[in-house]
């Protein structure tokens, strides 16, 4: 008789041990993520340094995985991140030294507004230059969400669920794409710039005031330097309000219609606060949400494509198999 080889049994308390060392790594990398923001700021608004902290959170997560399941991550992620470093260079030469317009965003918001240009009007209402108030605060924290939520959301349905994480990710780079090309093609000025130039009355740049506030002043410099070094002229279409709607969007087939509005509550907070702090339109607004439907749209077809194309060539090989031999 052959012995039947049997796994080694469990040894008691390897559970335990196991909830130990996840709990220590995981709370070692928030205080080193939190410091790193305190004192350095947002580490996620940098493709590599995000790259770098979110694979040391899969690392913590999945503290009794084997070195290779850990090098997963680096063969998925790196191509992500070559394709966002190469955004955000390309991004930035947009306007090819070009004029940006701005003249037709400003008439598009008084037709829609009965001639009132909402950024202007919030900062009228609501902006203190002498004081920070809590709708600062938290139009910063809106604002910073950008930089978190959707790599949030990547990294979380790549530890659970690859398959949606590709079709999540499918999307993301469709969107941004959409939004590249309208950069090269429109570049276009946000209401602070025109300000600037004196096609609105004075509008100040406040998405980032709110971190003085609570004393993240390393966060807010850092935001504000990405924010120099970025393209100015980037506003259409806003996808920092498309990325909040699509974040949001993607999940709609998968819960209950009853949540859709609370979901919707985080697109919302990212329009108030982009026309607020003199960031976009509201036409910016607007076509950034056009481009999120065009993307799944553009996603969904290429997809459907794909699923033809693979049973066709299975079928041909199915077909080829069950044929006699030649003789």
């Known amino acids: 008789m052959t012995a039947t080889a049997q796994a080694p049994p469990e040894r008691p308390g390897d559970d335990d041990r196991i909830r130990r060392k ?76 070009r004029s940006p317009h701005a003249f037709e965003l400003v008439e598009a918001d008084r037709f829609m507004f009965d001639g009132h240009v ?61 939004g590249l090309i309208t950069y ?26 709110g971190w003085q506030a609570i004393g993240l002043h390393g966060a807010g410099n850092v935001l504000n330097a990405g924010q120099w070094a970025a393209n100015p002229v980037a506003a259409m279409p806003s996808l920092h309000t498309a990325f909040a709607l699509f974040v949001v969007v993607f999940f709609f087939g998968r819960i209950r219609r009853r949540w859709w509005p609370v979901l919707l509550a985080y697109p919302a907070a990212m329009t108030f606060t982009l026309v607020y702090t003199g960031e976009h339109y509201v036409i910016d607004v607007l076509v950034g949400w056009v481009y999120v439907g065009l993307a799944f749209a553009l996603c969904a077809l290429g997809e459907r494509w794909w699923r033809r194309r693979r049973s066709s060539d299975r ?11 030649d003789p």
């Open 184 to 209: 090269f093609a429109y570049p276009a000025a946000p209401p602070w710039w025109a300000s600037k130039f004196g096609l609105l009355p004075e509008v100040a740049r406040i998405s980032t005031r």
């Open 118 to 178: 909402p950024t202007v009007w919030l900062q009228q209402h609501l902006y203190d230059p002498d004081s920070i108030r809590w709708y600062d605060v938290l139009a910063s924290w809106v604002y910073f969400s950008h930089f978190v939520a959707a790599l949030g959301v990547a990294v979380v349905l790549w530890l659970r669920r690859r398959a949606l994480w590709a079709a999540f990710m499918r999307r993301w780079f469709a969107l941004s794409a959409l």
């Open 22 to 97: 996840r709990t220590i790594a995981i709370t070692l990398w928030i205080v080193g993520f939190v410091a790193w923001w305190v004192f350095l700021g947002l580490p996620l608004t940098d493709p590599i340094l995000a790259f770098g902290w979110l694979w040391l959170a899969t690392i913590a997560i999945r503290i009794d995985q084997p070195r290779r399941v850990h090098l997963q991550f680096a063969r998925d992620w790196l191509p992500v991140v070559v394709l966002l470093v190469g955004y955000n260079l390309s991004r930035g030469l947009a306007d090819q030294g």
């Open 315 to 325: 079928a041909v090989r199915d077909d080829s198999a069950r044929s006699p031999a």
